[in-house]
């Protein structure tokens, strides 16, 4: 008899698809005997399973808040804790973040100098100014205040290039901030997952099924703490007792520190002698403006001529020669020594001439010390965009400097041969280096006959070098005279020679871009003239077309020279002739 609570047909059919699943399950065992030896089978069986299995979107919102609450702690407390040593002129400073929106250069006994901070929200810095470092001193003692102008010029590569220092800065402290912000995510991540396995499971269960009932309540405990160590770290950071707000000091109208409020014994000082910098920077500025004006002017003037005298030449059917299409243009600079004022120059001269690539021959900083890799900041920050600067180093260069040379793009040369913009350069740095004081030594056990040798075997096993790019002259010589490059080009003289022709090739020494002489500084107005060379390759062979001098009078009156003939090498000496054979 049927019982009226139960529907006979849903039996049946429940019965029936239990019936066929049971059946597919005794097939699927059937089979696992022969999937278990297929292991791309059983890979596919444990995807399936994964794909279909649910989502924990609880678990992943927790896991996924956890990280991001982790991430946060972190990256605000290495970005409130950072800290860099780098340069303020001539001194090593100190920087550290700070929140008061103000970047204080605290100077001692002497007081400090206050002014608005450009980081966003409430960034900060202090700058505590440390000594003048040994290595950028004379070895006599300073005993008079006539002898303490000789750190006015490093004052005024400051003001004339803020930006290098800045950017050397910002670097800095986002390194370390990045590198304490790790530290701090990689601890925090192991107390989380230390605590977590201590309470186990079932604990984890009870107490996740208590924090429900109250989230807002854990919510600003857990918060509490956080800020707290937060403020407490960055408090560490600010100056106590913010100086008020006065009058800012009108010795730095005009300058990069305009606004400037100065505490203690400071402003009577900058009141005193502060004037001499900041007039010192103004006949700086205004002397380079105008030198850079002169080159765009000049350059200006020899373009519509050289325009004239090529109309000329094609209407007499002569070849009016290569085309800027044709040809590679680089410009040559040498010996800048830190006179970060001739960046813009060599702006302009590089932005008239269309050049791709500037040729430094090395001697960019005076001592090749991490205080003056500033000075590499701003002639990098001087170079158009596009342009690639190739650099061998010179004996007033270093390793540190090469370092920030290659973080900011630069091509540094150590022995190999690159191509830039078709054109394939060799080159290395000096082997010697400089320090004020102790004079020049050999770095390794390499000597320059060693140097140029070791060059001379690579371009001679290249075989398509199309320049050789040294600081002294004499580490292309062995290649030069093997007749393994076509040109050398050097620096270190202080003084144009060439181009000179020899049997295997053509030497040209570039004469300092800072317009160096003995015994003077390199910064501020020009105390010697200084010269660029811009060269131009031929795109088909890589060959030097023609060359041309950009020279800048201490006057600051600019001469831009026509372009001229690149001269071949020399023919080989004949044979001398057999006194025996017949004539």
């Given at each position: 008899?049927?019982?009226?609570?139960?529907?006979?047909?849903?039996?049946?059919?429940?019965?029936?698809?239990s019936?066929?699943?049971?059946?597919?399950?005794?097939?699927?065992?059937?089979?696992?005997?022969?999937?278990?030896?297929?292991p791309?089978?059983?890979l596919?069986?444990r995807a399936?399973?994964?794909?279909?299995?649910?989502?924990?979107?609880?678990?992943?919102?927790?896991?996924?808040?956890?990280?991001?609450?982790?991430?946060?702690?972190?990256?605000?407390?290495?970005?409130?804790?950072?800290?860099?040593?780098?340069?303020?002129?001539?001194?090593?400073?100190?920087?550290?973040?700070?929140?008061?929106?103000?970047?204080?250069?605290?100077?001692?006994?002497?007081g400090t100098?206050?002014?608005?901070?450009?980081?966003?929200?409430?960034?900060?810095?202090?700058?505590?100014?440390?000594?003048?470092?040994?290595?950028?001193?004379?070895?006599?003692?300073?005993?008079?205040?006539?002898?303490?102008a000789?750190?006015?010029?490093?004052y005024?590569?400051?003001?004339?290039?803020?930006?290098?220092t800045?950017?050397?800065?910002?670097?800095?402290?986002l390194?370390?901030?990045?590198?304490r912000?790790?530290?701090?995510?990689?601890?925090?991540?192991?107390?989380?997952?230390?605590v977590r396995?201590?309470?186990?499971?079932?604990r984890?269960?009870?107490l996740?099924?208590?924090?429900?009932?109250?989230?807002?309540?854990?919510v600003?405990?857990?918060?509490?703490?956080?800020?707290?160590?937060?403020?407490?770290?960055?408090?560490?950071?600010?100056?106590?007792?913010?100086?008020?707000?006065?009058?800012?000091?009108?010795?730095?109208?005009?300058?990069?520190?305009?606004?400037?409020?100065?505490?203690?014994?400071?402003?009577?000082?900058l009141?005193?002698?502060?004037?001499?910098?900041?007039?010192?920077?103004?006949?700086?500025?205004?002397?380079?403006?105008?030198?850079?004006?002169?080159v765009r002017e000049?350059w200006?003037?020899?373009?519509?001529?050289?325009?004239?005298?090529?109309?000329?030449?094609?209407?007499a059917?002569?070849?009016?020669?290569?085309?800027a299409?044709?040809?590679?243009a680089?410009?040559?600079?040498?010996?800048?020594?830190?006179?970060v004022?001739?960046?813009r120059v060599?702006?302009?001269?590089v932005?008239?001439?269309g050049?791709?690539?500037?040729?430094?021959?090395?001697?960019?900083t005076?001592n090749?010390?991490?205080?003056e890799?500033?000075?590499?900041?701003?002639?990098?920050?001087?170079?158009?965009?596009?342009?690639?600067?190739?650099?061998?180093?010179?004996?007033?260069?270093?390793?540190?400097?090469?370092?920030?040379?290659?973080?900011?793009?630069?091509?540094?040369?150590?022995?190999?041969?690159?191509?830039?913009?078709?054109?394939?350069?060799?080159?290395?740095?000096?082997?010697?280096?400089?320090?004020?004081?102790?004079?020049?030594?050999?770095?390794?056990?390499?000597?320059?006959?060693?140097?140029?040798?070791?060059?001379?075997?690579?371009?001679?096993?290249?075989?398509?070098?199309?320049?050789?790019?040294v600081?002294?002259?004499?580490?292309?010589?062995?290649a030069?005279?093997?007749?393994c490059?076509?040109?050398?080009?050097?620096?270190?003289?202080?003084?144009?020679?060439?181009?000179?022709?020899e049997?295997?090739?053509?030497?040209?020494?570039n004469?300092?871009?800072?317009?160096?002489?003995?015994?003077?500084?390199?910064v501020g107005?020009?105390?010697?003239?200084?010269?660029?060379?811009?060269?131009?390759?031929?795109?088909?062979?890589g060959?030097?077309?023609?060359h041309?001098?950009v020279?800048?009078?201490?006057?600051g009156?600019?001469?831009?020279?026509?372009?001229l003939?690149?001269?071949?090498?020399?023919?080989?000496?004949?044979?001398p002739l057999?006194?025996?054979a017949?004539?």
């Open positions: 008899m049927r019982d009226p609570g139960v529907d006979m047909t849903t039996t049946t059919r429940g019965a029936a698809s019936s066929h699943d049971d059946a597919r399950s005794a097939t699927l065992r059937a089979g696992d005997g022969a999937r278990a030896d297929r791309a089978a059983r596919w069986d399936v399973s994964a794909a279909w299995r649910p989502v924990p979107w609880r678990r992943l919102r927790r896991r996924t808040a956890a990280v991001l609450a982790i991430l946060l702690v972190s990256v605000s407390f290495g970005l409130m804790t950072a800290s860099a040593d780098a340069n303020l002129g001539p001194h090593a400073a100190r920087y550290e973040v700070t929140l008061d929106h103000l970047v204080t250069v605290d100077l001692g006994p002497l100098l206050v002014l608005d901070s450009p980081a966003p929200l409430t960034l900060g810095a202090r700058v505590t100014v440390q000594e003048i470092p040994r290595e950028m001193t004379e070895v006599r003692t300073v005993s008079t205040i006539d002898e303490l000789q750190d006015l010029d490093r005024v590569q400051l003001f004339s290039a803020p930006e290098g800045l950017q050397t800065v910002v670097r800095a402290l390194t370390d901030a990045v590198q912000a790790l530290g701090a995510a990689l601890v925090l991540g192991a107390v989380v997952v230390a396995a201590a309470l186990g499971p079932a984890r269960t009870e996740a099924a208590a924090a429900r009932d109250r989230a807002p309540l854990l600003a405990a857990a918060a509490l703490p956080i800020v707290l160590t937060l403020s407490t770290t960055a408090a560490g950071t600010v100056l106590p007792g913010r100086p008020s707000p006065g009058p800012p000091s009108a010795v730095f109208d005009g300058t990069a520190l305009e606004g400037a409020v100065i505490t203690g014994r400071l402003a009577g000082v009141d005193t002698y502060g004037s001499q910098v900041v007039a010192a920077y103004r006949q700086n500025e205004d002397f380079y403006d105008r030198a850079a004006a002169g000049d200006e003037r020899q373009r519509a001529l050289e325009s004239s005298v090529r109309a000329a030449r094609e209407g059917g002569i070849d009016p020669g290569p085309t299409e044709d040809t590679v680089a410009v040559v600079v040498a010996d800048l020594h830190c006179n004022g001739m960046a060599i702006r302009a001269a932005e008239e001439a050049a791709e690539i500037v040729l430094n021959a090395g001697d960019t005076m090749g010390t991490a205080v890799t500033y000075c590499i900041t701003a002639f990098a920050q001087g170079t158009p965009p596009g342009v690639t600067t190739v650099v061998a180093g010179g004996n007033h260069d270093s390793e540190v400097v090469a370092a920030h040379a290659r973080s900011l793009g630069w091509t540094v040369l150590e022995g190999q041969v690159v191509d830039v913009a078709g054109v394939r350069v060799l080159g290395d740095a000096d082997v010697r280096t400089t320090r004020v004081g102790e004079g020049t030594r050999q770095v390794g056990s390499e000597s320059i006959g060693d140097a140029a040798a070791r060059l001379a075997d690579v371009a001679c096993a290249d075989t398509e070098v199309d320049l050789l790019l600081h002294d002259p004499r580490m292309g010589q062995v030069l005279q093997r007749g490059v076509p040109a050398v080009v050097a620096g270190h003289y202080h003084r144009r020679v060439g181009p000179e022709r049997v295997g090739g053509v030497r040209y020494v004469s300092s871009t800072a317009g160096a002489v003995s015994g003077r500084p390199t107005p020009l105390n010697g003239v200084a010269e660029m060379t811009v060269l131009r390759f031929s795109r088909e062979t060959e030097i077309v023609d041309r001098v020279r800048v009078q201490p006057d009156s600019v001469t831009v020279g026509f372009a003939r690149w001269p071949g090498p020399l023919p080989p000496a004949p044979e057999d006194p025996r017949p004539r």
